[in-house]
């Protein structure tokens, strides 16, 4: 899966290192781990299957083994804390920006970090910066999209959704992760964050 990201790719910095895990509980709480140690800035936490993912509020992430989308971006940004106070939401922007050129679908944000289609959450975004003082220290980038998921636990039928489930038709997770990157390095670029 790594490798047929990067092959889409064009980026310079987000991405160009990836850490695939087949399975891992959370791709937040090994991002977390791996960020501590100082990995090359813009790695990815990346997996196929996501057995205790991470919700915003303490909440659980639901994702499908080999189905979904599930990652984590490890950034040192360079730029002061007041600088990320719109992350999230222009993170979203990226994330919609995405699935609209790739999916040729039009989805929707419901603020600060749900993608919405059809009135049903079918990604969320997950971010989390780590300060020393004032200092930002590293951020974080937590990132789940429901692509190809045919169906979903009871409870979460009737909220929860995803591309498939919508349209009917498989599409290509490593061109999604791809294209988001792509995109957000360009804004990172853009505002000077990396």
């Known amino acids: 899966m790594d490798n047929e990201v990067k092959k889409f790719l064009k980026t310079k910095t987000i991405g160009r290192n990836i850490i695939f895990f087949d399975e891992i509980d959370s791709t937040q709480i090994q991002a977390k781990k791996f960020a501590e140690n100082c990995v090359t800035n813009g790695t990815i936490v990346l997996t196929e299957n996501q057995t205790g993912g991470l919700g915003t509020h303490g909440r659980k992430w639901y994702s499908e083994k080999n189905k979904n989308i599930a990652f984590t971006i490890i950034l040192y940004p360079e730029c002061e804390l007041q600088k990320l106070k719109n992350l999230t939401k222009d993170i979203a922007k990226c994330v919609v ?9 039009k989805t929707d944000i419901k603020e600060p970090n749900d993608i919405m289609l059809n009135g049903k959450k079918m990604g969320g975004i997950l971010t ?48 999604i992760i791809a294209e988001f990157c792509n995109i957000f390095e360009e804004y990172c670029i853009r505002e000077n964050i990396i």
């Open 97 to 105: 920006e995405a699935l609209n050129r790739i999916c040729k679908i």
């Open 128 to 175: 989390q910066i780590i300060t020393k003082g004032e200092n930002i220290r590293y951020l974080l980038i937590g990132i789940g999209i429901n692509v190809n998921s045919k169906s979903f636990p009871l409870d979460l039928e009737k909220i929860a959704t995803s591309l498939k489930q919508q349209t009917k038709k498989e599409f290509c997770k490593e061109k």
